[in-house]
């Protein structure tokens, strides 16, 4: 069931989708940081809208399709923290949680994102294996 846009934003910082993810996974006005891009990725998960996934994936990296699986169920999002390395390289640790199948996941990532023509793409992230829950 697709979620209504005046609804809260899937990623817990806008009042409403249109005002926060909506405005760059909708439009072609690109993210302005890392951390606005991190978050409308994880929208976009939430929303099953794997094209603005693939389009913010820097193309190295990207795969060449997205299968989102179905079912999933996201819970919630955490920015642990943000981390600008210079002006076209940044990080975002999140913690992201969602339920599958009556089963409870629990991803911690440090993702990274570079800048190029003015706008931000997800390139890789490190997976926080060990961690205390
Ligand atoms: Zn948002």
Redesign the pocket.
């Known amino acids: 069931m697709p979620t209504p846009s005046s609804t809260a ?6 009042p409403a ?1 249109d005002a ?3 405005r760059y996974t909708r439009t072609a006005v690109p993210a302005p940081d890392a951390e ?1 891009l991190m ?2 990725r ?2 976009a998960f939430v929303r099953g809208d794997a094209a603005h996934l693939l389009a913010t994936w820097h193309a190295s990296t990207r795969p060449a399709t997205l299968d989102l699986e179905p079912g999933v169920q996201w819970l919630g999002l955490e920015v642990r923290s943000r981390r600008v390395i210079d002006a076209d390289h940044a990080e975002v640790e999140f913690v992201a949680r969602s339920r599958l199948g009556g089963r409870a996941t629990r991803l911690h990532e440090r993702s990274h994102f570079v800048r190029e023509g003015g706008c931000w793409y997800y390139v890789d992230g490190d997976l926080f294996t060990k961690d205390p829950a």
Do not use: I, M, N
């Not at 934003?9 to 806008?14: D, E, I, V």
């Open positions: 934003c899937p990623c817990g910082r806008g989708f926060c993810c909506g606005s978050r409308s994880y929208s």
